[in-house]
């Protein structure tokens, strides 16, 4: 479930829906990352996977999603991730503010080409 947003706008009120989206954004694309291990953790509690495959595969997730979406998303600009956020749909965009959508329209709509031609 996303987290609402504020009603404030204005500069400041601009970086705070920003970083309320991306932290939305950011706690989607984890969970989404997450699902893989958590069935694998299913897998190991039933014996079907050993001990050291199930390590293996969380030092994978470690090295490689994780830290992906880690870097992602603390960086100082948060313009892109949150743009690619609402293009992917891991932000909804009926709860970010017309103002904001406006300001991230150009962004939007590169991600969402990016996304319609991979």
């Given at each position: 479930?996303?987290?609402?947003?504020?009603?404030?706008?204005?500069?400041?009120?601009?970086?705070?829906?920003?970083?309320?989206?991306?932290?939305?954004?950011?706690?989607?694309?984890?969970?989404?990352?997450?699902?893989?291990?958590?069935?694998?953790?299913?897998r190991?509690?039933?014996?079907?996977?050993?001990?050291?495959?199930?390590?293996?595969?969380?030092?994978?997730?470690?090295?490689?999603?994780?830290?992906?979406?880690?870097?992602?998303?603390?960086?100082?600009?948060?313009?892109?991730?949150?743009?690619?956020?609402?293009?992917?749909?891991?932000?909804?965009?009926?709860?970010?503010?017309?103002?904001?959508?406006?300001?991230?329209?150009?962004?939007i709509?590169?991600?969402?080409?990016?996304?319609?031609?991979?």
């Open positions: 479930m996303l987290p609402k947003l504020r009603a404030c706008w204005g500069p400041s009120g601009r970086r705070n829906h920003l970083r309320e989206c991306a932290s939305a954004a950011h706690e989607e694309e984890l969970r989404r990352a997450l699902l893989p291990l958590a069935v694998a953790f299913k190991w509690e039933h014996g079907g996977l050993d001990s050291g495959e199930l390590s293996d595969l969380i030092h994978r997730f470690h090295q490689g999603p994780a830290r992906e979406i880690f870097l992602r998303y603390n960086a100082s600009n948060l313009v892109a991730p949150v743009a690619s956020g609402i293009a992917a749909g891991t932000v909804n965009r009926t709860v970010v503010p017309r103002e904001l959508l406006e300001h991230l329209t150009g962004m709509e590169f991600y969402e080409k990016k996304l319609a031609t991979s």
